[in-house]
T-cell receptor
């Protein structure tokens, strides 16, 4: 079925390195994508979003890239810090009157000091 | 703190009991969503409200589940005759119609059915 998925379930990086978390989606009708961060025992926290008419968007230490040709989304975190350790989910909104989000399984990011 | 709040944060119950969870959205948000999350998985959509109207329900929401948002503000999710398979984190989120699709999540209610 159509779904949002992730290439890697876990990612381990050294503090100060850049992190790249990838996500593949299969629904070409999806027009809006969101990255969430979820720490243990907490609800997902919004990080950054991007519309399908964009290919890049930057926030504070984070950049989201969207490649519609291959239906691929990535989250780049610059100068990764121990506080960035969490599970990261990409979520898609499939547009129209469909307001719910469809989430992938998530990538566990571990930042080693 | 003006974020989404949920109560209780943890609930342990015995199989067959009924449980009710409450969600208070961000005050000006007119859309409210319920999701369920099991260990190692992303949140799965259950239902959503715009104001007091329940506009969509997932097939995950069996007839043992019912959600309400009587005055278009807080919402409750009730599970009747709980089963062990209902053990999960129940997340509530809210958003403001017409302002993108970002949903802001609460801390969740962790349900354990013994």
């Amino acid at each position: 079925g159509e779904s949002v998925g992730l290439h890697l379930p876990t990612l381990s990086v050294q503090e100060g390195d850049n992190s790249i978390i990838n996500c593949a989606y299969s629904n070409s009708a999806s027009d809006y994508f969101i990255w969430y961060k979820q720490e243990s025992g907490k609800g997902p926290q919004f990080i950054i979003d991007i519309r399908s008419n964009m290919d890049k968007r930057q926030g504070q230490r984070v950049t989201v890239l969207l490649n519609k040709t291959v239906k691929h989304l990535s989250l780049q975190i610059a100068a990764t810090q121990p506080g960035d350790s969490a599970v990261y989910f990409c979520a898609e909104n499939r547009g129209g009157s469909n307001y719910k989000l469809t989430f992938g399984k998530g990538t566990l990011l571990t930042v080693n000091p | 703190d003006t974020g989404v709040s949920q109560d209780p944060r943890h609930k342990i119950t015995k199989r067959g009991q009924n449980v009710t969870f409450r969600c208070d959205p961000i005050s000006e948000h007119n859309r409210l969503y319920w999701y369920r999350q099991t260990l190692g998985q992303g949140p799965e959509f259950l239902t959503y409200f715009q104001n007091e109207a329940q506009l969509e329900k997932s097939r995950l929401l069996s007839d043992r589940f019912s959600a309400e948002r009587p005055k278009g503000s807080f919402s409750t999710l009730e599970i009747q005759r709980t089963e062990q398979g209902d053990s999960a984190m129940y997340l509530c989120a809210s958003s403001l119609a017409g302002v993108g699709f970002v949903e802001y999540f609460g801390p969740g209610t962790r349900l354990t059915v013994l």
